[in-house]
């Protein structure tokens, strides 16, 4: 007697539908996350979180006093990009660890 290829499809799907779920409550999780990058030495600092959003800014008083407008931008880009690559980061290392390292495509 042969076995029937659809027997654990059952078994896949509910196998499926558990990980979307913990997928689901890691993504609901890392939006509480913060991680930080700084620029210039610490005179420009940002805060991302896990869902990829600026929570904060903070610029050093003396960055202002220079009045080198240029140069603020140039920090906050630099600071606002190294922050978002450490969340996308943040956010792979913990789909990883909850995937078991499986690359699977659409989800970091």
Known sequence: MSKNPFSNMGNLLKQAQAMQERIGKLQAEAANKVVEASAGGGMVTVSVTGAMQVANITIDP???????????????????????????????????????????????
């Open 62 to 108: 003396e960055v202002l006093k220079a009045e080198d407008r240029e140069m603020l931008q140039d920090l906050l880009v630099a600071a606002t990009n190294e922050a978002l690559r450490k969340a996308k980061e943040m956010m792979a290392e913990e789909m990883k660890a909850l995937t078991g390292g499986l690359g699977i495509p659409g989800l970091m």
